[in-house]
């Protein structure tokens, strides 16, 4: 079951993005501990969490040759927000790709998926962290002229919760939510309406 995200109900893009942990063990607590969570990600150094309710995370450092990929995906710039929601689909996928490659979390499948031996698996918590990160990225790139990253929220209480990273529409203030759970790693994530998303939104497949 993805767990309930607590908090995160600013919008601000400047907040540290701080992973909600599931600490198993001491062992695991000091390992934590000895090398955090980077509150402040850039391209060349950041955190993802996976494990389940970011009970594992791993440390990321992207190439120049990878980073300008994630570029040129905003080249040329949208005309609109509705072209940067898609640019920004796009990004995320192509930067859960390289990131998975580096964390082992490429073979994440959709959902909770369980299989015995599968490592790298996220749940809904793991992911709505690790698109915040991404999001923060290309907010910080100055590659997002139509939105700013915002919090991560929930929906759902103790019954069916499910977690999402978000995005704010300037103009308009619309907040979407960006949400990679429903897929593989490196598939393309939804992003819809988050008003939508509330009333327990899923894709229509799922």
């Given amino acids: 079951m993805c767990c309930l995200l607590n908090a995160c109900t600013s919008w ?17 607590l000091s390992e934590n501990n000895n090398r955090p969570f980077i509150y402040y990600p850039s391209p060349d150094n950041y955190s993802v969490c996976h494990g389940h309710t970011c009970s594992e995370f791993s440390f990321i450092q992207l190439s120049n040759i990878q980073w300008q990929e994630v570029e040129d995906l905003f080249s040329p710039t949208a005309n609109n927000a509705q072209q940067e929601r898609e640019q920004i689909k796009l990004a995320i996928a192509l930067l859960e790709k390289f990131t998975g490659e580096q964390a082992g979390t490429h073979k994440d499948r959709a959902e909770n998926f369980t299989d015995n031996g599968l490592n790298g698996q996220m749940d809904c918590i793991d992911e709505a962290t690790n698109s915040t990160v991404y999001l923060r990225m290309l907010d910080d790139a100055g590659l997002l002229s139509f939105h700013q990253q915002a919090s991560r929220t929930s929906r759902g209480g103790l019954f069916a919760p499910h977690n999402t990273a978000t995005i ?33 939104w899923k894709p229509e497949s799922n």
């Avoid at 490196?186 to 939508?196: K, N």
């Fill in 12 to 28: 601000s893009s400047e907040a540290p993005i701080t992973p909600i942990k599931n600490i198993g063990n001491l062992q695991e």
């Fill in 168 to 200: 704010v529409e300037t103009d308009s203030n619309l907040r979407y939510a960006v949400d990679s759970w429903f897929n593989d790693n490196g598939e393309i994530p939804a992003i819809v309406p988050l008003s939508q998303w509330k009333k327990g």
